[in-house]
């Protein structure tokens, strides 16, 4: 089976669980988002599941900053009014991606609490917006009418799955990675042997000599020990007022129908995988558009050094000139067509 063919497996699963087949009807679909690059994945899932047929009605909340939300689509966008203006929680969020992005990496430690202080403000903030959802008799009187078939949410944030218990729905999971993978781990029992998997941001690889093993299990006795993305005891609370029986937020997570993980064997080492697991990296690539002329005879032009495509998707818009200088130099040590000429990004054009 080819690269692309397993890419699109996962999708084909997901079709077949919100299709009725024998009836020769489609199924309506429910989502619960995250912004920023996990929208775009998960938006290319969902526009393959309108041409498919299905109904895709997507929930956000009056704060959401994805784009053209309201405007006319193929998708439903279904908003609920939240405590946070537009504003408050674009800026909340480009400050949390400045505080990881540029934090301190001299210590791994002291880098791991930066982070997680950053995902204990993202959660609580999500806690939040999960609270103006589900007190929201309105909307959750419109959702039951609705009657949705299946539920797709991003793992990192949470009330995706408490929605789909509440309206008695599976659901699937849209997801990356998380610190030392612990959303994985204890939501989707997916197992990571440290003897050859890496902790995320240890900077080890699946090559590691014996005290290279020594440090990974270390690292990863301080995510399953010490770490945790969230004020769990603040969502197990919640979760457990709102379905009326002692439960725990990753005890919810861990009904997942399906894990959609937006890597690939490319770009992940080696590990493990459960049968409710497909890698879907890739997903949103489309086939290549031909150049702008103008671009075009810059790349012809090139000769044989050729040019450096560097592309950074959604983070760009967070990137400081000061840190856009440093790749600009770098990549202009090479002897490349950018070493005389301009790099072009969406937010700089930085003269090399």
Known sequence: MSKMSMKRLSLLLLLQLTCYFSGGSCGKVLVWPVEFSPWMNMKTILEELVTRGHEVTVLISSASTIPNSSKPSTMRFETFPTTLTKSDYENFMERLLEELTYVAKDSFWSYLATVKSSFWEFFDT???????????????????????????????GPCGELLAELLKIPFVYSHYTSPGHIIEKNSGRL??????????????????????????????????????????KKWNQFYSEVLGRPTTLSETMGKAEMWLIRSYWDFSFPRPRLPNVE????????????????????????????????????????????RAEVIAISLCSNSTKGRYNTLIMDKYLISL
């Open 126 to 156: 999500a806690l939040s917006m999960c609270k103006d959802a589900v007190s929201n008799k309105r909307l959750m009187t419109k959702l039951q009418e609705s009657r949705f078939d299946i539920l797709i949410a991003d793992a990192v």
């Open 191 to 232: 197992p990571f042997p440290p003897s050859y998997v890496p902790v995320m941001f240890s900077e080890l690889s699946d090559r590691m000599t014996f005290m290279e093993r020594v440090k990974n299990m270390f690292y990863t006795l301080y995510f399953d020990l010490f770490f945790t993305a969230c004020n769990d």
């Open 279 to 322: 890698f879907v990296g890739g997903l949103h690539c489309k086939p290549a558009k031909p150049l702008p002329k103008e671009m075009e005879e810059f790349v012809q032009s090139s000769g044989e050094n050729g040019i450096v495509v560097f592309s950074l998707g959604s983070m760009v818009s967070n990137m400081s000139e000061d």
